[in-house]
């Protein structure tokens, strides 16, 4: 049974900075699977953030460019988010998801996901 387990979520002021983490378990091989990290705040529809694929090529949102890196640790079976300088318009719950090899912007090509965690940011 395959599971994400989001964590690092918290509260933080603007210029701050957090890690996310994204453990993942019962993959037969996780070094094959593309994730990818979305976020939803109020009101408002999901979107992507940033994504890695199982070659470690990255991608990102525009308006988290520069500011944002996401990495893969595939000895522990976890990717990471590094937020750096951050804006109150990053408050939203960060979701991982997980699919085979390749990334995709949209959260509807993704196979599996985690139940979020939550990202405050006050200014």
């Known amino acids: 049974q395959v599971q994400l387990v989001e964590s690092g979520g918290e509260l933080v002021q603007a210029g701050g900075s957090l890690r996310l983490s994204c453990a993942t378990s019962?993959?037969?091989?996780?070094?094959?699977?593309?994730v990818g990290w979305f976020r939803q705040a109020p009101a408002k529809e999901r979107e992507f953030v940033a994504a890695?694929?199982?070659?470690?090529?990255?991608y990102y949102a525009e308006s988290v460019k520069g500011r944002f890196t996401v990495s893969r640790d595939n000895a522990k079976n976890t990717v990471y988010l590094q937020m750096n300088s951050l804006k109150p318009e990053d408050t939203a719950v960060y979701y991982c998801?997980?699919?085979?090899?390749?990334?995709?912007?949209?959260?509807?090509?993704?196979?599996?996901w985690g139940q979020g965690t939550q990202v405050t940011v006050s200014s």
């Open positions: 998801a997980a699919r085979k090899f390749l990334t995709s912007m949209s959260q509807n090509d993704y196979d599996y």
């Open positions: 019962g993959f037969t091989s996780f070094r094959d699977y593309a």
């Open positions: 890695i694929n199982h070659w470690s090529t990255t």
